[in-house]
């Protein structure tokens, strides 16, 4: 078993900065590959960016790649991603979430663990 619980989202202006954070309890964090998935109001759940258990590879989708950066701490047991340039079409409820196998796929079915989520609204 293992939580998640994602932190740091918020109100922010366009063109503007933000982290979130997510904390791993349970299962030992450093040997899971990790990703991030949002879900914007009437939307489906998304792949936003993934990261390999000891951090050295990751993924991104297309809409994020170049302005967002997934990176992690295993010391701290906590997964981060740092969001610059946002939009407001980034405006989501974000999830972080543990992947049950090899780090990379994009498949919310490919994550067995979920966080409760944490809000981002970007404005214009």
């Known amino acids: 078993q293992v939580q998640l619980v994602e932190s740091g989202g918020g109100l922010v202006q366009a063109g503007g900065s933000l982290r979130l954070s997510c904390a791993a309890s349970?299962?030992?964090?450093?040997?899971?590959?990790m990703g991030w998935f949002r879900q914007a109001p009437g939307k489906e759940l998304e792949f936003v960016a993934s990261?390999?258990?000891?951090?050295?590879?990751?993924w991104y989708a297309s809409s994020v790649k170049g302005r967002f950066t997934i990176s992690r701490d295993n010391a701290k047991n906590t997964l981060y991603l740092q969001m610059n340039s946002v939009k407001p079409e980034d405006t989501a409820v974000y999830y972080c979430?543990?992947?049950?196998?090899?780090?990379?796929?994009?498949?919310?079915?490919?994550?067995?663990?979920w966080g409760q989520g944490t809000q981002v609204t970007v404005s214009s």
């Open positions: 990261i390999t258990s000891r951090g050295d590879l990751t």
């Open positions: 979430a543990v992947r049950n196998g090899p780090a990379g796929s994009t498949h919310t079915y490919h994550y067995g663990y």
């Open positions: 349970g299962r030992t964090f450093s040997s899971y590959p």
